[in-house]
């Protein structure tokens, strides 16, 4: 599996276990609020990641894996907010942040290296 292959898997297994916690959750108002709104950002990471991997440049790349951040980023603080609120022990999530944390880390790599590249290309620099 080369490396563009096992992030789209890794993506994918992540809103994967984000349907199966959100299946778990206790039903109520804000169980339902929450719930949803992390559903819906932890399912964009994997979909925005195959986007960015038929980006048409750089620049398109960058800015599709800048959706890819966001939506990451924003996983994870509903997730924090499960834990915070009672709504989920936090140690039902752990395995979970520590595996969005990772995504963010690498998307923000490449987002940087894609830059630095891009920078190298242009005449006159």
Sequence with gaps: ?????????????????????????????????VSRQLLRSATSVGANYRAACR???AADMIAKLSIVEEEADETLYWKELLSES????ES?????MKETDEIIAMTVASIKTLRMRQRKSRPGR
Excluded: C, H, Y
């Excluded at 039902?92 to 979970?96: E, F, N």
């Design 92 to 96: 039902r999530l752990t395995s979970l």
């Design 1 to 33: 599996m080369n490396p563009e292959e096992r992030f789209k898997f890794r993506t994918k297994q992540l809103a994967l276990r984000v349907i199966w916690l959100v299946d778990a959750l206790p039903r109520g108002r804000s169980a339902d609020v």
């Design 55 to 57: 980006a048409k440049s």
């Design 86 to 89: 009672g709504l989920m022990p």
